[in-house]
């Protein structure tokens, strides 16, 4: 069983940055595959970017170049470095958790544990 609570969320101007974090409950993190998901109103759940238990990365190429996600095994917790964000990153945005799985599996189903997230706005 793992928990995941996502943080950092706001409203930033176009351009600008933000850093979300996802801590995790537990002492088996590192073993998980983590994800990134977001959601704007009206549409569908899209992934943004995984990254497996040995820190290799996949991401849509929508946010590639721009956003970073990374892991601290130590403290529990992935990041998502959000910069030059643009109106349409605006979404909800959760992290998500599976053993076993490739980061290049974009499908959300595939996750078993999810956070609550967090909502990004921004702003032209």
């Known amino acids: 069983q793992v928990q995941l609570v996502e943080s950092g969320g706001g409203l930033v101007q176009a351009g600008g940055s933000l850093r979300l974090s996802c801590a995790a409950s537990g002492r088996t993190f590192s073993s998980y595959v983590m994800g990134w998901f977001r959601q704007a109103p009206g549409k569908e759940r899209e992934f943004v970017t995984a990254i497996s238990r040995t820190s290799s990365t996949y991401y849509v190429d929508s946010v590639k170049g721009r956003f970073t996600i990374s892991r601290d095994n130590a403290k529990n917790t992935v990041y998502l470095q959000m910069n030059s964000l643009k109106p349409e990153d605006t979404a909800v945005y959760y992290c998500?958790?599976?053993?076993?799985?490739?980061?290049?599996?974009?499908?959300?189903?595939?996750?078993?544990?999810w956070g609550q997230g967090t909502q990004v706005t921004v702003s032209s």
């Open positions: 998500a958790a599976k053993e076993y799985l490739s980061i290049r599996n974009m499908k959300g189903e595939s996750y078993d544990y």
